[in-house]
């Protein structure tokens, strides 16, 4: 069975601080993998995406960077926080194919920036 | 231009009532329905999705959610609503025109009252 494991579980940073989320799918051979922030009301934005180690998509420009150092790992990072970069950050991965067609999420980090 | 549209912000029924959460959707191309559910601060839950086929799809724990075309819609259903089906609903569109274009709607939040 598929497992994918979000760090830290939660963060309190000041602005200004550096940041590093990690995300990790076990149990699945080179997903698609994504970064999603969802913002207090819950709109959902995609930040990126990976189809293969690295090579990572930008879909959205907020300041923030991601890696794919490995087939299983995605981690999405800031040298510089915002207090706008507070929220709910979930990774997810999706099955190889044309298009992705369901995706599955990890449990989430949940950012707070003062 | 919105692709995915969830028109009830709140929903609030009491346990053993049925519940319709509505989802409309804007493409016209091949596309990918879907339905997420999201416990308070955790991560999304695929629920059920639907591509082509019998317009009705059975998603877990009772869900199930029928197509129209004719609607442009992918409404949610289940006959009869427990307390721990309190959550936020997400409907999501995916477009075989590249794995960024994954969206989601802004979310109903459902509350069961016991």
């Known amino acids: 069975a598929q497992t994918i494991h979000q760090w830290p579980v939660a963060e309190i940073k000041a602005v200004g601080s550096p940041l590093s989320l990690g995300c990790t799918i076990k149990?699945?051979?080179?997903?698609?993998l994504y970064w999603y922030w969802q913002a207090t009301g819950g709109t959902l934005q995609q930040l990126f995406y990976?189809?293969?180690?690295?090579?990572v998509e930008s879909v959205v420009q907020l300041n923030l960077s991601a890696s794919r150092p490995k087939d299983d790992q995605f981690i999405l990072s800031t040298e510089k926080l915002l207090l706008s970069h507070s929220g709910f950050y979930l990774c997810?991965?999706?099955?190889?194919?044309?298009?992705?067609?369901?995706?599955?999420f990890g449990s989430g980090t949940r950012l707070t920036v003062l | 231009t919105q692709t995915v549209s969830q028109s009830d912000a709140h929903v609030t029924v009491f346990e053993g009532d049925s519940v319709e959460l509505r989802c409309n959707y804007s493409?016209?191309?091949?596309?990918?329905l879907s339905w997420y559910i999201q416990h308070h601060g955790r991560g999304l839950q695929f629920l059920l999705k639907?591509?082509?086929?019998?317009?009705v799809v059975q998603g877990v724990n009772g869900f199930e959610a029928e197509f129209s075309k004719s609607d442009s819609s992918f409404h949610l259903r289940k006959a009869s609503v427990h307390w721990s089906d309190s959550a936020v609903y997400f409907c999501a569109a995916s477009m075989n025109t590249g794995y960024q274009n994954f969206y989601f709607g802004k979310g109903t939040s459902l509350t069961v009252i016991p």
């Open positions: 493409y016209g191309g091949s596309i990918y």
């Open positions: 639907y591509y082509s086929g019998n317009p």
């Open positions: 997810a991965w999706s099955l190889v194919g044309l298009w992705a067609e369901t995706l599955y």
């Open positions: 149990g699945k051979s080179s997903p698609n």
């Open positions: 990976s189809i293969t180690v690295g090579q």
